[in-house]
Structure formats: C-alpha cells, structure tokens
C-alpha cells in the first residue's frame, strides 16, 4: 500500500554479507529463508520510528545476509497507523516494503561483490511472483504487540548477472 503523505527514512545501522560456499555459480534452484522483525521505539505526534532486522540465507548454504537499522515514518498520525497495519494477504506490515526495497539495495550490491545469487527483489510480497502466500509465517513476539516477525522460504532460479572480479 502506498500512503502518499507519509515519508519513511530509512538508515541502515548493520549490514553483513557472507559468502559460505563457491558453489552456486550453476543454474540450481536457490531457496531463500527470510527472517524479519520490526519493533516500535518511539511514538510522538506525526512520526513514529520503528528498529527492523532481516536475515536472509540460501539453502543450498551459499550466502547469507543480515542487515538491521531504524525506519522514521512522519505524517498524519492516521497514514502512519495505516502504514503499521499488517497486509491481510501478505501478513507483513507495509511499512516494510519500503524498508526492504531499501535493504534490497545494499544487499544486492554485497550480493555483487561477494560474487553470490543476490535476493529477489519483491521476495516479502510474494503475490507479485506468483508464490503462494502460505508460503510466508508472521509470528507476534509474546508481550510486545509492536514486534512483528516474519518468515518466509522461496525458491528462485539463479540468474546471471553483473559480476565482480579480483586479479
């Protein structure tokens, strides 16, 4: 859902890549697991900042990715609340797609440089892949009705792409 008066700044505060094998440079299935969790920090009136971590691993074990950082979302107190609900086909908060289109960016550069498969781009908003949406488990931290966790498996073919090579 995009909510037009509502702006998020994101800032990446962690961001790792590890490359865990050499392999994968075939055209195998990958799977990726996703874990994601987003935590509310602060609330004041017409912004709202929000901690999140994700962690992405391939299966077969080639590349791992975590990044971590903060999200300030500052508008109408009501466009912030709607943007914190919760997608009701994809279980995930919105506010999470522009965080992840964020994140996407400095993973696929990491993704570049460790000469690994990079994550799919859309990979938390599986029906515009044609994933099924079962696919995808949101789980609610016991006690905190502001930190929500998501996991998701997906498989994608390994394309080739832009290369990054040392002499």
Same mark, same amino acid.
């Given at each position: 859902?995009?909510v037009?008066?509502?702006?998020?700044?994101?800032e990446i505060?962690?961001?790792?890549?590890?490359?865990?094998? %050499? !392999?994968?440079?075939g055209?195998? *299935?990958?799977?990726? &697991?996703?874990?994601?969790?987003?935590?509310?920090?602060?609330?004041?009136?017409?912004? %709202?900042?929000?901690g999140?971590?994700?962690?992405?691993? *391939?299966?077969?074990s080639?590349?791992?990715? #975590?990044?971590?950082?903060v999200? *300030?979302? *500052? =508008?109408?107190?009501?466009?912030i609340?709607?943007?914190? #609900?919760?997608? @009701?086909?994809t279980k995930? @908060?919105?506010?999470f797609?522009?965080?992840?289109?964020?994140?996407?960016?400095?993973?696929?550069?990491?993704?570049?440089?460790?000469s690994? @498969?990079?994550?799919?781009? &859309?990979?938390?908003?599986?029906?515009?892949r044609?994933?099924? /949406? #079962?696919?995808?488990n949101?789980? /609610?931290e016991?006690?905190?009705? &502001? /930190?929500?966790t998501v996991?998701? #498996?997906t498989e994608?073919e390994?394309?080739? =792409?832009?290369?990054?090579?040392s !002499?």
């Amino acid at each position: 859902m995009y909510v037009p008066n509502v702006s998020v700044k994101v800032e990446i505060t962690r961001l790792l890549g590890v490359r865990l094998d %050499v !392999k994968g440079s075939g055209a195998e *299935t990958i799977n990726f &697991d996703v874990k994601a969790k987003l935590e509310e920090r602060e609330r004041k009136s017409q912004m %709202v900042v929000v901690g999140f971590s994700l962690f992405l691993a *391939t299966k077969p074990s080639i590349v791992k990715f #975590e990044v971590e950082g903060v999200a *300030t979302l *500052t =508008g109408k107190d009501v466009e912030i609340n709607k943007m914190l #609900e919760v997608d @009701p086909e994809t279980k995930v @908060p919105y506010v999470f797609q522009r965080v992840y289109q964020y994140a996407f960016t400095a993973m696929y550069l990491l993704s570049t440089i460790l000469s690994a @498969p990079p994550p799919p781009q &859309d990979l938390l908003f599986p029906q515009r892949r044609g994933v099924p /949406v #079962e696919d995808i488990n949101v789980d /609610v931290e016991a006690g905190a009705p &502001d /930190v929500v966790t998501v996991q998701a #498996e997906t498989e994608e073919e390994e394309t080739s =792409g832009v290369s990054v090579s040392s !002499k």
